[in-house]
């Protein structure tokens, strides 16, 4: 017994001095630790919003979303790949200042489109959300950020400003949420206002705080600029397309939600469902970003890492099964009970997803983007299509149905290609050994 606990405890020290695995515990504890703060923070926005007000705030939420997959036009993604085989440091500056650059460019862009969306949707104008969304409209480059810092930080691998950028703007959208509930509860002014001033100001303030400690550069803003538009017609175009498809059907599900309802309260439970069975998704995705360089070296994914994290993702969604019920029966009260149906086939989805992302990481870091390319689009097209068939019958519940259905054919889509470049090497993805 004392030699078992001494090799376990030489283990957990070697554990301990790895630094992949401290930036994973950092990543994964953000992560998680983000996951109660956002559940009590909805809790506190929908009884201040009311079910209804909720589904408004999810489905401009939801429009924004949809934007951000869109309007980066994998921009992004090549300025990854370009930092991803940079070992310069004041390089990778000049990289993130051009993408900097590109961003705002981006956002131009983007302002035109949803000012005419927002001018002639009759969806928006039905529900007295028109006026409102324009007035979001010149906050839309902040939304941008998001997937600039998942692919810069991720490419330099930043896991502790990552985990920032993940973790802190849930830390003051909870704490705003505690300042409304004790001192808003009778306010009569425009609440979804309220809501959506937290919610760009939480992320603004981390992204400033994030994008000075990183550094930029806007030296050389023509050379970087090329160099990542090279990168965009060989590996960012078709990491784009592919999310194109893929990301902006799963974006897409909340909004047709809306257009098929009377109000948008079916918004907000599929929002929620989402967001209580994220842990799902986050299990395999924190374990890929950590190791995404590594992957890059490597010709196959360890199968102990690709077994651990299969197991690590199946309990949680035991433990999803187990405690939705309970939890939102006490806490978000009864006319919110249809969410706990939503939420166990919204998890199951999840999962399937988290994993194939799991996957995808290790295509990404080997730059097969055509692969990638390929699978999403598959994926995208099968949740387009089954959204379109279930949604307008089961309303949100068959937008979950739809998560199952697209994360099957992802899972099978990412191994099909995983194994494809693993070579004639005998590859067993539930942990055996080779």
Not at 116 to 123: A, F, K, P, S, W
Not at 133 to 160: C, D, K, M, S, T
Not at 347 to 356: C, I, P
Request: charge should be positive; avoid cysteine; glycine fraction near 8%.
């Amino acid at each position: 017994m004392t030699r078992v606990w001494q090799t376990a405890r030489v283990q957990f020290e070697r554990l301990k001095d790895n630094t992949r695995v401290r930036q994973a515990a950092v990543l994964y504890l953000a992560s998680f630790a983000g996951i109660p703060l956002s559940i009590v923070t909805s809790i506190v926005f929908t009884r201040f919003l009311g079910p209804s007000g909720y589904g408004d705030f999810a489905f401009l939420d939801s429009i924004f979303d949809f934007a951000k997959i869109i309007f980066p036009l994998g921009l992004f993604h090549a300025a990854n790949r370009a930092m991803v085989i940079n070992r310069d440091p004041l390089r990778s500056k000049q990289l993130q200042g051009a993408g900097i650059v590109l961003l705002f460019a981006l956002f131009v862009i983007m302002a035109l489109v949803l000012l005419l969306y927002g001018i002639t949707d009759t969806n928006l104008a039905s529900k007295g959300l028109d006026r409102f969304f324009l007035y979001l409209i010149p906050f839309g480059w902040i939304f941008l950020f998001e997937p600039y810092f998942n692919n810069v930080l991720h490419a330099e691998n930043r896991i502790y400003e990552l985990s920032a950028i993940r973790f802190l703007p849930k830390v003051i959208t909870f704490m705003a949420a505690l300042l409304i509930f004790f001192t808003m509860r009778d306010f009569e002014g425009s609440r979804l206002a309220v809501i959506w001033s937290v919610y760009l100001f939480a992320f603004l303030s981390i992204y400033i705080i994030v994008l000075i400690k990183t550094g930029f550069s806007f030296r050389h803003i023509r050379q970087s600029t090329t160099t990542i538009l090279g990168y965009y017609r060989t590996y960012g175009v078709h990491l784009y397309s592919g999310s194109l498809v893929f990301a902006g059907a799963l974006a897409l599900s909340g909004i047709l939600i809306s257009y098929f309802s009377d109000d948008n309260t079916g918004v907000g439970f599929f929002a929620l469902s989402l967001a209580i069975s994220r842990p799902l998704a986050l299990i395999p995705g924190v374990i890929a970003t950590t190791w995404f360089r590594d992957f890059a070296s490597l010709g196959s994914i360890p199968p102990r890492m690709t077994f651990l994290t299969s197991v690590m993702t199946l309990l949680t969604l035991i433990l999803l099964y187990l405690l939705t019920g309970p939890f939102i029966s006490f806490f978000y009260g009864e006319s919110f009970l249809p969410l706990i149906q939503i939420t166990y086939i919204s998890g199951t989805g999840m999962a399937l997803h988290g994993m194939a992302g799991f996957f995808t990481r290790f295509l990404e870091a080997r730059g097969r983007g055509r692969a990638v390319r390929n699978a999403n689009m598959l994926t995208g097209l099968s949740v387009f299509g089954s959204n379109l068939l279930l949604i307008p019958v089961y309303a949100e519940k068959g937008a979950a149905i739809s998560l199952i259905l697209s994360g099957f054919i992802y899972l099978a889509g990412v191994l099909f290609y995983y194994h494809r470049l693993a070579g004639n090497e005998k590859i067993h993805t539930f942990g055996r050994d080779k």
